[in-house]
């Protein structure tokens, strides 16, 4: 508990500095902890998979430990049927119009180099593992856009000598 009144004391804090007026009786603390607790719970059930982008920047990419190949996933634009946003986004109506704006712009249109704004393709993908019995077939899993050279990245293992084959 004094976790979360640490959290609870750093929100308040913020608030406070920036003119908010927060006044959560109890009762809204704890459904807002049981909130987040069944957040994480979820979370859980899906694997966070660092993938790094292709090198024209169209595609997310990953080494999949189950069925022993990469796996590929677009991170360019946003479909049709969210372009509009939802009502309870966490956007506001003009920012999600300057972040449609900055994927607009972007140089990839079936050729070039995407300039879409990184950790564009993050989010929970369906899975393209032939592996039934792995761990992301079920559910499949987030993905995470990182740096091709960044250690987190799962990588095709290689043979003593740098082969790759």
């Keep these: 508990m004094i976790e979360l009144d640490d959290t609870w004391r750093r929100i308040y804090d913020a ?6 007026a927060t006044d959560w009786t109890l009762a809204e603390r704890d459904q807002m902890e049981a909130l987040a607790a069944d957040m994480d719970r979820e979370l859980q059930r899906y694997p966070v998979i660092h ?3 292709t090198a024209n920047g169209s595609q997310l990419q990953f080494w999949c430990t189950f069925c022993k190949d990469h796996h590929s996933h677009g991170r360019h634009g946003v479909p049709p049927e969210d372009r509009l946003g ?3 986004s966490l956007l506001s109506e003009r920012k999600w119009s300057e972040y449609l704006q900055m994927i607009d712009s972007c140089t990839f249109n079936g050729r ?3 300039s879409c704004p990184p950790g564009n393709g993050d989010g929970h993908r369906g899975t393209h593992c ?3 019995s792995g761990a992301y077939y079920q559910h499949g899993y987030i993905l995470h856009e ?3 050279d960044d250690s987190r990245a799962i990588r095709k293992p290689t ?3 740098g082969s790759t084959r």
């Design 146 to 148: 990182v740096r091709p």
């Design 15 to 20: 608030n406070t500095a920036a003119g908010i």
């Design 51 to 53: 993938a790094w982008p």
């Design 159 to 161: 043979r003593a000598g």
């Design 86 to 88: 939802s009502p309870g």
């Design 112 to 114: 070039g180099i995407c």
């Design 130 to 132: 032939g592996n039934r």
